[in-house]
């Protein structure tokens, strides 16, 4: 299953675009750029496709949700089957080595994600777990009972995104490539301690309202249905 970036990309069929056009599709767009950048800059192109992006600054909340919830401890509501796959990429590591290529004249198509070997679910947040002192603990509860609760992947659970058809190369990319162009990756510790701390920096109310995961009140009404199935 693991892809590289020389896998092929989609090929959108389309009665034709105009230029400069705010209304494009987020994927077709960034295609289209990608194949009008090869276009006029021959050989010289350096293409990189972030997966998810996360750290320090990060106001999207997809992966602040998991070091927030975790230290609050409790119950923790933990998605899917442990070995789900994720890949994402401190945002320190990403711009680091986008710098270092760019110094370097480095041209090639490569994905921005890491770590070398895709992370399951349950090593991503038992490794947030470490960062904390809180005293948490994980039920996990499968893709189908969460799908019956109406909670969705990567929004209402951020970061997991469970092999589904179609995805079954979601968070299973090979970044030979990569490595051998220079990306490293910093610990999962040091980007969940760092996150934190950035998050606990922001205004109190900025804290209380994540946007990305569920509240308290819906996970603990979840984990409830959840236990009374069992």
């Not at 490595?179 to 040091?190: D, E």
């Given at each position: 299953?693991?892809?590289?970036?020389?896998?092929?990309?989609?090929?959108?069929?389309t009665?034709?675009?105009?230029?400069?056009?705010?209304?494009?599709p987020?994927?077709?767009a960034?295609?289209?750029?990608?194949?009008?950048?090869?276009?006029?800059?021959?050989?010289?192109?350096?293409?990189?496709?972030?997966?998810?992006i996360?750290?320090p600054?990060?106001e999207?909340?997809?992966?602040?949700?998991?070091?927030?919830?975790?230290?609050?401890?409790?119950e923790?509501?933990?998605?899917?089957?442990?070995?789900?796959?994720?890949?994402?990429i401190?945002?320190?590591?990403?711009?680091?080595?986008?710098i270092r290529?760019?110094?370097?004249?480095?041209?090639g198509?490569?994905?921005?994600?890491?770590?070398?070997?895709p992370?399951p679910?349950?090593?991503?947040?038992?490794g947030?777990?470490?960062?904390?002192t809180a005293?948490t603990?994980?039920t996990?509860i499968?893709?189908?009972?969460?799908?019956?609760?109406?909670l969705?992947?990567?929004?209402d659970?951020?970061v997991?995104?469970p092999p589904?058809?179609?995805?079954?190369g979601?968070a299973r990319f090979?970044?030979?490539p990569?490595?051998?162009a220079?990306?490293?990756?910093?610990?999962l510790?040091?980007?969940?301690?760092?996150?934190?701390?950035?998050?606990?920096?922001?205004?109190?109310?900025r804290?209380a309202?994540?946007?990305?995961?569920i509240?308290l009140?819906?996970?603990?009404?979840v984990?409830a249905?959840w236990?009374a199935?069992?």
């Amino acid at each position: 299953v693991p892809m590289t970036a020389n896998a092929p990309s989609f090929t959108y069929e389309t009665a034709g675009v105009e230029r400069g056009s705010n209304d494009l599709p987020y994927g077709l767009a960034k295609a289209l750029s990608e194949r009008e950048a090869q276009k006029i800059f021959v050989g010289r192109t350096n293409i990189v496709r972030p997966g998810l992006i996360i750290g320090p600054g990060d106001e999207t909340d997809r992966f602040t949700y998991w070091p927030v919830r975790i230290h609050k401890g409790g119950e923790v509501l933990a998605p899917g089957d442990p070995s789900d796959p994720v890949q994402i990429i401190d945002v320190r590591d990403l711009t680091e080595w986008m710098i270092r290529m760019a110094e370097g004249d480095q041209v090639g198509v490569f994905n921005g994600v890491g770590p070398f070997n895709p992370r399951p679910m349950a090593q991503l947040l038992y490794g947030i777990r470490a960062v904390t002192t809180a005293e948490t603990r994980f039920t996990w509860i499968n893709r189908e009972f969460l799908t019956d609760m109406g909670l969705r992947p990567y929004s209402d659970l951020p970061v997991w995104r469970p092999p589904t058809e179609g995805r079954e190369g979601f968070a299973r990319f090979d970044l030979t490539p990569e490595i051998a162009a220079g990306l490293t990756f910093r610990s999962l510790a040091v980007t969940a301690a760092d996150t934190l701390e950035y998050h606990f920096s922001r205004s109190s109310e900025r804290q209380a309202q994540l946007r990305a995961g569920i509240s308290l009140e819906r996970e603990a009404e979840v984990l409830a249905a959840w236990h009374a199935s069992r």
